[in-house]
């Protein structure tokens, strides 16, 4: 049961170009996702998150693009630098959690970004 | 920048034996997750905890499983009767109020013998 899903295992891309790491989803009443970065042997850092009454949030060199009609997201790094190779992971919540709360993750299988110098 | 931290960061234990695994959210945070990553696979929810009682659990989050907020800052994850297929990344989670992100620990390495 895959509702989140990376197809791409891993990236490559020359420092200083464009990175993009798409991720597509299957249920229609996820309503925020959210962008991690994991490098080995740590947990997953947030990155950027974007809720469904939006179709771009963008901090600082990270943009994340949400196309709700094709339940598809996407995250641009630009420029690309060495630091950022890291395995990124897409995550989505349909906000159902308990008090409030976005409720549980439903993370893909990520992939692994290299950064070239 | 506050941070989750979790004790200790790789556990070994026979198979059969009672494990607790610990975590410490970061401090003005209310929402408190654990998730696990089995060797290869996805990170999986495992159980979300709030105002002092579980909220959502998976079917992972079975008898054998257990939380628990003993004090004011520490979260607790107690396995019953460990199974070497519990042998996993186990990761802690915290979060603020409503539709914040959730921020993770380094995570718990458990090895089941």
């Known amino acids: 049961d895959q509702q989140v899903k990376q197809n791409s295992p891993s990236l490559s891309v020359q420092e200083g170009r464009i990175s993009i790491l798409n991720c597509d989803y299957t249920?229609?009443?996820?309503?925020?996702f959210l962008w991690y970065k994991k490098y080995p042997a740590e947990g997953p850092t947030f990155l950027i998150s974007i809720s469904s009454i939006k179709d771009k949030n963008e901090d600082g060199r990270f943009t994340v693009f949400l196309n709700k009609s094709a339940k598809h997201l996407s995250l641009h790094i630009v420029p690309s630098q060495p630091g950022d190779s890291a395995v990124y992971f897409c995550a989505a919540s349909d906000g159902g959690g308990y008090g409030g709360s976005q409720g549980n993750l439903i993370f893909g299988k990520g992939t692994k970004l290299s950064v070239k110098p | 920048e506050p941070e989750v931290t979790q004790t200790p960061s790789h556990q070994v234990t026979q198979m059969g034996q009672e494990v607790i695994l610990r975590c410490v959210p970061i401090s003005n945070h209310l929402y408190f997750y654990w998730y696990r990553q089995i060797l290869g696979q996805k990170v999986e929810f495992l159980v979300s905890f709030y105002n002092n009682e579980i909220s959502e659990k998976s079917e992972i989050f079975d008898d054998q499983f257990s939380v628990e907020r003993p004090d004011g800052s520490n979260f607790t994850l107690k396995i019953r009767s460990t199974k070497l297929e519990d042998s996993a990344m186990y990761f802690c989670a915290s979060s603020g109020f409503s539709n914040q992100p959730q921020h993770f620990g380094d995570g718990t390495r458990l090895s089941i013998l």
């Open positions: 249920n229609s009443m996820f309503d925020y």
